[in-house]
Structures are given as structure tokens and as C-alpha cells.
């Protein structure tokens, strides 16, 4: 069942995660015990130097020095993280516009020449997997749905009317669901503007079906 993997792969997730959170809960421990015994130290040694108050100033000098240090490379390591998190994002985003792209461009082939036989049919249905490595859940039934609608229609030598407006309206559907996989997140601040490039994509599709 469809439904079913979810969990697994959510279950799954988590556990691949496991350990980096052990490695970071243990990183800070580590630099939360090694900063305590400094302090330890270093409050023992400003109270034995007690005596000499040029001792006590080194060893103030000395305390801020390494609290300086500390704070720095915590500020430097979480951004560091965050520009690797912002470029992998942009690659990915990238990566899935590219094969999005492709996908377009072959539909519009396709539909330019009027007709399609066993191997254009094949093609398609490859290009699943290669959808498959970057697309969402909604892309990849949309496109499933349009791979079933051009095979149906395109079964018999001859493509009719009702045949071509259910094309048109499934490869609708994909360029729906693939842009909100790209820019969803931008669509979901303004809702009424999405919901109304989706009526428009809607509404050519039903204008051009017969021109596939």
C-alpha cells in the first residue's frame, strides 16, 4: 500500500539522524566539562595567586582569552552549518528545476510532433525514475496520472477530442503539482495569487487541447 511506507521512511529518517544527535549531544558535553574544569582550575589559581596581583591580572587575562575563544568557535561552527544547510538547499532546488525542465521540454517535443509510438512511450515512463530522485509524492502521482492518460489516448492510430482534453488537463495537474514543489512555500504567503495561476493553467490546458 502507497500509504503505508510513510511511516517507514519517517521512522527510518529518524533513526539515520541518531547519530549526529549523539555526536552533537557528546561535542557538547565534551566542551561543557572541559569548560567547567577551566574554570575550576583557573578560579584556583586566581585564589593561590592571590598574593602577587600581577598573577591574578595574567590569570584574569587568561580566563577571558580562552572564554573569548570558546564563544567564537561555537558562533563559527553553527555558521558554518548554516551556510552548508543554504547551499545543499540550492542545489537541490537547482537539481530539481533542471529535471522538472526536462520534463517539460520532452512533453512539448512530444506534443509539437501530433503523434507518439512505442519508444516516445518509453521514454516517458523512464523519466519516472529520474523524477523519482528529486520529486514529491504529489509530482510523482500527477505524473503517473498524465503517463496513463497519453497511453490511453494515444493507444488507438487516431486521438480523439475527449482523449486530448484528458491529456491536457493531466499534464495541467503535473505543471500544478511541479510548481508547487518548487515555489509552494512562496505560493502559501500569498494564497490567492496561487490559487488563481492555478485557474489560469487550468483554463489554457482546456484552450489548447487540441493542439496536443
Known amino acids: 500500500m502507497p500509504g503505508a511506507s510513510m511511516p517507514r521512511n519517517s521512522t527510518a529518517a529518524r533513526v539515520r539522524s541518531l547519530p549526529r544527535r549523539v555526536l552533537e549531544l557528546t561535542q557538547l ?12 582550575f583557573l578560579r584556583y ?16 587575562v587568561v580566563l577571558g582569552t580562552l572564554a573569548t575563544a570558546m ?14 544547510s543554504k547551499e545543499q538547499a540550492v542545489k537541490y532546488i537547482e537539481l530539481k528545476s533542471s529535471v522538472y525542465t526536462k520534463l517539460i521540454d520532452d512533453v512539448e517535443r512530444l506534443a509539437a510532433r501530433g503523434k507518439l509510438d512505442r519508444a516516445d512511450l518509453r521514454h516517458l515512463e523512464y523519466l519516472v525514475h529520474r523524477i523519482a530522485i528529486v ?8 505524473y503517473g496520472e498524465f503517463i496513463r492518460g497519453v497511453g490511453a489516448a494515444f493507444r488507438d ?7 486530448s482534453d484528458l491529456v491536457m488537463r ?35 490546458a482546456e484552450r489548447s487541447a487540441d493542439t496536443f
Open 29 to 40: 558535553a565534551l566542551v561543557a566539562l572541559t569548560f567547567f574544569a577551566g574554570y575550576v
Open 135 to 142: 520529486g514529491s509524492p504529489e509530482v510523482l502521482r500527477a
Open 45 to 60: 589559581s586566581y585564589q593561590v595567586a592571590e598574593p602577587y596581583p600581577f598573577s591574578q591580572e595574567f590569570v584574569l
Open 170 to 204: 493531466h499534464l495541467a495537474t503535473l505543471t500544478i503539482a511541479l510548481r508547487r514543489d518548487l515555489i509552494g512555500e512562496l505560493d502559501a504567503a500569498y494564497p490567492e495569487l496561487a490559487a488563481s495561476i492555478e485557474r489560469d493553467i487550468l483554463d489554457n
Open 71 to 84: 564563544i567564537t568557535s561555537l558562533l563559527l561552527h553553527k555558521q558554518t552549518e548554516a551556510e552548508l
Open 157 to 163: 492510430s487516431e486521438v480523439s477530442e475527449a482523449d
